[in-house]
């Protein structure tokens, strides 16, 4: 077979993206617009949430999550250490300590024997994360919260449209948080969606995310009610709080229209991959799949194995013209956050061993068939 290269990801974006675009283009409106407020409301149905605002990426999303709670600077939150790092930032970004939870050995999110190990008193809320996709157990995660008073933010980045035990993940927490980064399941270029089923939590949510203006609040405002010309007022605003620039515009939501139309076919095609690739290595004794998948049942934004002699398999497949990733270093190993590093020991050590492989909804049988081949002939 001729050597092929083979994506580790890729956007799968077109004809059905240009079009919302040009209508955008035809309207002449990129800002936040028409084209915001329809991927909004799609999106609070997709998912089945009261309310869903676009912001320009998950890691804004997550900072704002953990602001609406208005903890009190130096509390704690919970956050495994196999994780993006926007995961965790958030939580510096608001005065807060991130306590690291260690992996399940087998599903390698958080392990919930860890965070009731590191829980104390200080400890406000947890950062939940669902590891490539692969769904926490939300009904554990919210009793320990309930019983211990504790806020959950869902960081939904590798996951859309997947229900767990009945109910959609992003609808188990208090708040959820999704990605549309290129490389995610969906992608608006950047981008992100904010949810909720508890409104007041997300009361702010307008202005915090356009510089502290909230066009929908401001005709509560005294000197425009006590105005008797109030039509001489539409330029008319107030801040009120230090408001970020972190809104979506319509030239993403654009994007983002098209691509929730064709989310459930990406992911289709994803479940597939993942299906050839368990099917394809399943004799191996060198590597073995990363978690327990379960494509038929769940979403998956990341496909990889655990292999022994990670580095040399990598650039076997490197010379094969395969790129591969690794997702993730634990946080706790890197210098930023090593201050707060204590106890992740198994996924510091068991990271070593993790290969990210090619998932896209782009990518072709005759490519997947090509990366289990030369998984296979990779001699020890
Ligand atoms: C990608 C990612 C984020 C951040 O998403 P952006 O939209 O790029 O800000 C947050 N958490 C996790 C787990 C991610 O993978």
């Not at 059905?16 to 035809?26: R, S």
């Not at 009261?50 to 609406?68: C, E, I, R």
């Not at 001489?232 to 691509?259: C, R, T």
């Not at 190993?333 to 106890?343: M, R, S, V």
């Amino acid at each position: 077979m001729d050597k092929m290269n083979v994506r580790l990801f890729k956007p799968s974006v077109g004809e059905e993206e240009l079009q919302k675009i040009k209508e955008a283009f035809e309207r002449s409106w990129l800002g936040m617009g028409p084209a915001l407020k329809e991927f909004e409301k799609n999106w609070a149905e997709f998912v089945g949430c009261k309310v869903a605002y676009g912001l320009n990426s998950a890691t804004a999303a997550l900072h704002l999550a953990l602001m609406s709670f208005n903890f009190p600077e130096g509390k704690k939150v919970l956050v495994p250490s196999l994780t993006f790092a926007a995961s965790a930032t958030a939580i510096l970004y608001n005065r807060l300590i991130p306590v690291f939870v260690d992996s399940d050995p087998m599903t390698l999110g958080m392990s919930l024997e860890d965070m009731e190990k590191k829980y104390d008193k200080d400890c406000v809320a947890i950062v939940a994360v669902h590891y490539a996709g692969h769904p926490l157990p939300m009904e554990e995660i919210m009793e320990f919260a309930r019983q211990k008073n504790l806020k959950v933010v869902e960081d939904c980045a590798h996951t859309a449209g997947s229900i767990y035990k009945g109910k959609m993940l992003g609808r188990w927490s208090d708040i959820s948080c999704f990605s549309f980064e290129e490389k995610k399941l969906m992608t608006t270029g950047d981008g992100g969606m904010i949810c909720t089923d508890h409104p007041e939590y997300l009361k702010d949510i307008k202005a915090l995310r356009w510089v502290g203006i909230d066009k929908d609040n401001w005709k509560t405002a005294k000197k425009y009610t006590d105005n008797q010309s109030v039509d001489a007022l539409h330029w008319f605003y107030e801040i009120s709080l230090p408001g970020y620039k972190y809104n979506m515009n319509d030239l993403a939501a654009s994007v983002g229209l098209a691509q929730l139309e064709k989310l459930p076919r990406m992911n289709r095609r994803r479940a597939e991959i993942i299906r050839k690739y368990l099917d394809g290595i399943k004799g191996a004794s060198h590597i073995m799949p990363l978690l327990p998948y379960e494509p038929e049942q769940y979403n998956y934004w990341m496909f990889g194995v655990r292999a022994e002699k990670r580095d040399e398999l990598i650039l076997h497949l490197k010379s094969k013209g395969i790129a591969t990733g690794c997702h993730y270093t634990p946080l706790t190993a890197q210098p930023l956050f090593k201050p707060y590093a204590k106890g992740c020991e198994f996924v510091e050590q068991e990271a070593d061993k993790f290969i990210t492989l090619p998932l896209h909804a782009d990518l072709t049988d005759e490519e997947v068939d090509y990366v289990i081949m030369h998984l296979n002939d990779f001699s020890l």
